[in-house]
């Protein structure tokens, strides 16, 4: 990586792609761990520019993690509050602070890459059934609702099979060709670094067909139920209103220590595997 050359074009473009694809995902791990839409956008630019600034490493891995996004949306539920929650936070970036000073990363050398592994993907077969439903549009639970036990009286399971004969068309189609276009893209352009990554190129062409499904073929158009709503302000005051800080009332708080820890630990193994 070249550092003396602030301009250099490279480094300009790789920004950009990044950035196209990094904003979608921000706004998704939001909406998946049950966080405001802005606290999404705010990590990704506390990784891509206050990470970057301090940090001494040619990489880097910071931002919205998916892997975390079970452990978010059972924190803020169990802390009662997001701003008791964004405390644990606070916490849990001072957690990591001290543990680079301590040059703690070594420790990641000790742990078994299979139970990192089995951590990993045991997140992600509980997001992947979680989604299932809002995949083919049946939004009857909350999109952030990751305990197997559902507030709709369901469980993960019986959700499942309720989306029988409740499965919207537009929705469904929408998510089929997204996959088919993700696996196609990455198996064809797999080791061609020039060209876009393929989770950019599926969020371009989903918005360009749902917009020309809206006008041509209604039945496969997704309604704006299944959208992503981002909260649009009138007036500076009322933008900056949905900004909240951290409760610092709750420091007595014992569970805020525990999910300090927990993201803390789980954000830095995380990080220091995708290093490797």
Same mark, same amino acid.
């Given at each position: ?8 074009k #490279?480094?300009?473009?790789? &920004?950009?792609v990044? +950035? *196209?694809?990094?904003v979608? *995902?921000?706004l ?10 802005y ?7 506390? &990784?891509?520019? @206050?990470?970057t600034l =301090? ?11 998916a ?6 949306i059972?924190?803020?539920?169990? *802390?009662g !509050? =997001?701003?008791? =929650?964004?405390?644990?936070v606070?916490?849990?970036?001072? %957690? ?5 000073? *301590? ?6 050398? +000790? ?6 592994s ?5 997140? !992600?077969? %509980?997001? @992947?059934?979680?989604?299932?439903? $809002?995949?083919?549009g ?24 309720n989306?029988?004969?409740?499965i ?7 998510t ?6 993700l696996?196609f ?6 080791n061609?670094?020039k060209?876009?990554?393929?989770e ?6 989903s %918005? ?5 499904? #809206?006008?041509?073929f209604p039945?496969f158009?997704?309604?704006g139920? $299944? ?5 649009v302000? #009138?007036s ?6 949905? +900004?909240?800080?951290p409760?610092?009332?709750q420091?007595?708080?014992p569970?805020v ?5 927990? @993201? ?10 995708s290093?490797?």
């Open positions: 990586m070249q550092t003396n050359n602030l301009f250099n #490279k480094d300009i473009s790789s &920004g950009l990044v +950035f *196209l694809v990094a979608p *995902l921000c998704g791990i939001a909406l998946a761990s049950g966080a405001p839409l606290s999404g956008m705010i990590t990704g630019m506390v &990784g891509g520019i @206050i990470v =301090f940090s001494k490493s040619q990489l880097s891995v910071a931002g919205p993690a892997g975390l996004t079970a452990i978010v059972s924190s803020i539920q169990q *802390l !509050g =997001f701003e008791t =929650f964004l405390l644990a606070f916490v849990a970036g001072l %957690i990591q602070v001290v543990a680079g000073f *301590l040059k703690a990363g070594t420790f990641a050398n +000790f742990i078994p890459s299979n139970v990192i089995g951590m990993l993907t045991g997140i !992600g077969i %509980i997001i @992947i059934l979680k989604q299932l439903p $809002h995949a083919v049946y939004d009857k639970d909350s999109e952030g609702d990751f305990y197997f036990l559902q507030s709709d009286g369901e469980n993960t399971f019986s959700e499942l099979y989306v029988i004969g409740k919207d068309v537009g929705a469904s189609v929408l089929l060709m997204s996959l088919a276009l696996l893209w990455k198996k064809i352009f797999s061609n670094k060209v876009l990554p393929g950019l190129v599926v969020v371009a062409v %918005i360009l067909f749902n917009e020309l499904s #809206k006008n041509y039945l158009s997704v309604d139920s $299944h959208l992503v709503n981002i909260p302000s #009138k500076a005051g009322e933008f900056f209103a949905q +900004f909240t800080f409760d610092f009332t420091w007595q708080n569970y220590y525990t999910v300090a820890l927990t @993201i803390a630990v789980v954000a830095s193994i995380e990080t220091l595997l290093l490797e």
